[in-house]
Structure formats: structure tokens, C-alpha cells
């Protein structure tokens, strides 16, 4: 997962470098082929972050619940999210051909309002998956032996997932750039929003697994670890 997101970041970096939120009159043309691949790459690494930030959240929830229920319908949305993420990035990767699929701009706009509509469905799932996981947390830890105050509290940990439905929301919003004829200038904000729905995504995907945060969960995840722990350091300090 960090590793998609820092090649993300540095491929919106060489598409700064290369004319993004400039003018494409203004660029010349190894400055438009190298933002070209610069975006191509930044698509494919983010579908790859929000999959795995996806599948990170699920894998925790699945720790935290013998329910046979809950495995399933873990089970259920690791296939869809997976399944999804492989499409999305198949698609992406081919949309405008297999032969320098990156040369988007000179199609004669023919991939433009594809990828505005795959970039709208996205978006869409996107929302979804998030609503799912959101929703799932609730009914894990509602399940779960503490008090009202505490399930209150890491559930809200899980909620901050709202934040990426709203920036995504956010992003949805400027799907035009894609139909421009000036893409560089006009797809900047879709790309700022590209990153700051990485940033959030990575966020509101560690702060569950924190250890002050689980500790109030009855799971044994970390109860175990400690016992563990003190039995070597007795033994240690009796040899």
C-alpha cells in the first residue's frame, strides 16, 4: 500500500514537472509524452492504494470477530474489492489500446469521455466500498463485550472513512477535465483530489489498527503478545 501511494505521489510530481495545471500549447512535446506517462502511472497506483488500503481495513475486522457471519461477508467484500481493483486496473491500462496506451491525448479525444464515465464508475464503487466499510465495523463491534463509551470511540476511528466519501464526492465534480482540449490545466484539481484521497484513504486505514485503539477490543490480539512477552522476559530473568 505505501509503496502505490509514494508512486503515486512521485508520478504527480513528474507530472507537475511536465505541464500539469499549465497550458498543452504551451508544453512542448517530450513535456506532454512525459506528463502522458506520468498520469497513466499515477491512474494504475491509485486504484492499487485504495484496494489495498481497502483490503488492510478488512483483514483487521476479520481479526477482531470469530463470527462466522462476519468471516463471510469479510470474505464477500475482499472478493468484490479485488475483483473490482483488477478490472479498474485492466481497464485503465488498455482503454486507449495496447500499443502506447499512455498517448490518451492524441486520440483524437476517443478516450476522453471513456474514461470520464470509468472514472465516474469508480468513483461510484469507490463511495460504495467505503459505505461497506463503514457499515461492517458497526456491526463487528456492536457484537462485541464492552462498554457503550468504548465501542463509541472505535467506531468513530472506522467512521473517518466518511472523509474519502467526501473527497471522492468532491473529485466526481470535476470529471470534465477529461473531455477538455486542454487536459494539463483542467485536470489538476481531479489529480490534487486523486492525492488527497490517497492521504486520507492511508489514514483513516492505520488508525484502527493503533495499539491503544485495539487494546480495548477483547479480540486477544494483543493479550496474547503480552503474555507472551512476560513469560520470556521471566525466563530470561530466571536463567
Same mark, same amino acid.
Not at 499515477?42 to 468471516?71: D, E, G, M, P, Q
Given at each position: 500500500?505505501?509503496?502505490?501511494?509514494?508512486?503515486?505521489?512521485?508520478?504527480?510530481?513528474?507530472?507537475?514537472?511536465?505541464?500539469?495545471?499549465?497550458?498543452?500549447?504551451?508544453?512542448?512535446?517530450?513535456?506532454?509524452?512525459?506528463?502522458?506517462?506520468?498520469?497513466?502511472?499515477?491512474?494504475?497506483?491509485?486504484?492499487?492504494?485504495?484496494? %489495498?488500503?481497502?483490503?488492510?481495513?478488512?483483514?483487521?475486522?476479520?481479526?477482531?470477530?470469530?463470527?462466522?457471519?462476519?468471516?463471510?461477508?469479510?470474505?464477500?467484500?475482499?472478493? %468484490?474489492?479485488?475483483?473490482?481493483? /483488477?478490472?479498474?486496473?485492466?481497464?485503465?491500462?488498455?482503454?486507449?489500446?495496447?500499443?502506447?496506451?499512455?498517448?490518451?491525448?492524441?486520440?483524437?479525444?476517443?478516450? %476522453?469521455?471513456?474514461?470520464?464515465?470509468?472514472?465516474?464508475?469508480?468513483?461510484?464503487?469507490?463511495?460504495?466500498?467505503?459505505?461497506?466499510? /463503514?457499515? %461492517?465495523?458497526?456491526?463487528?463491534?456492536?457484537?462485541?463485550?464492552?462498554?457503550?463509551?468504548?465501542?463509541?470511540?472505535?467506531?468513530?476511528?472506522?467512521?473517518?472513512?466518511?472523509?474519502?466519501?467526501?473527497?471522492?464526492?468532491?473529485?466526481?465534480?470535476?470529471?470534465?477535465?477529461?473531455?477538455?482540449?486542454?487536459?494539463?490545466?483542467?485536470?489538476?484539481?481531479?489529480?490534487?483530489?486523486?492525492? /488527497?484521497?490517497?492521504? /486520507?484513504?492511508?489514514?483513516?486505514?492505520?488508525?484502527?489498527?493503533?495499539?491503544?485503539?485495539?487494546?480495548?477490543?477483547?479480540?486477544?490480539?494483543?493479550?496474547?503478545?503480552?503474555?507472551?512477552?512476560?513469560?520470556?522476559?521471566?525466563?530470561?530473568?530466571?536463567?
Amino acid at each position: 500500500m505505501s509503496i502505490a501511494t509514494i508512486g503515486s505521489g512521485i508520478s504527480v510530481s513528474v507530472q507537475t514537472g511536465h505541464g500539469l495545471g499549465r497550458d498543452i500549447l504551451l508544453l512542448t512535446e517530450d513535456q506532454i509524452l512525459a506528463y502522458q506517462k506520468a498520469e497513466y502511472a499515477n491512474k494504475l497506483l491509485y486504484i492499487a492504494t485504495l484496494c %489495498f488500503a481497502k483490503l488492510s481495513i478488512i483483514s483487521l475486522l476479520k481479526i477482531l470477530t470469530a463470527s462466522k457471519l462476519h468471516r463471510i461477508l469479510g470474505l464477500l467484500l475482499t472478493v %468484490f474489492i479485488a475483483s473490482w481493483s /483488477i478490472l479498474s486496473g485492466l481497464v485503465s491500462a488498455f482503454q486507449c489500446g495496447a500499443e502506447e496506451p499512455w498517448r490518451f491525448l492524441e486520440r483524437g479525444g476517443s478516450c %476522453f469521455d471513456l474514461e470520464a464515465a470509468f472514472w465516474q464508475s469508480v468513483g461510484v464503487v469507490n463511495i460504495l466500498t467505503d459505505l461497506a466499510l /463503514i457499515l %461492517f465495523p458497526v456491526h463487528v463491534i456492536m457484537t462485541l463485550q464492552m462498554s457503550t463509551s468504548k465501542k463509541v470511540t472505535i467506531l468513530t476511528f472506522f467512521g473517518a472513512r466518511s472523509l474519502d466519501i467526501a473527497a471522492t464526492a468532491a473529485q466526481m465534480a470535476f470529471l470534465h477535465g477529461f473531455a477538455s482540449p486542454n487536459p494539463t490545466k483542467d485536470l489538476w484539481t481531479w489529480t490534487l483530489l486523486t492525492q /488527497i484521497i490517497e492521504c /486520507i484513504t492511508i489514514l483513516t486505514s492505520c488508525v484502527p489498527y493503533l495499539r491503544p485503539l485495539l487494546e480495548h477490543v477483547p479480540s486477544g490480539l494483543y493479550g496474547t503478545d503480552t503474555i507472551r512477552h512476560r513469560a520470556l522476559q521471566h525466563r530470561f530473568e530466571s536463567g
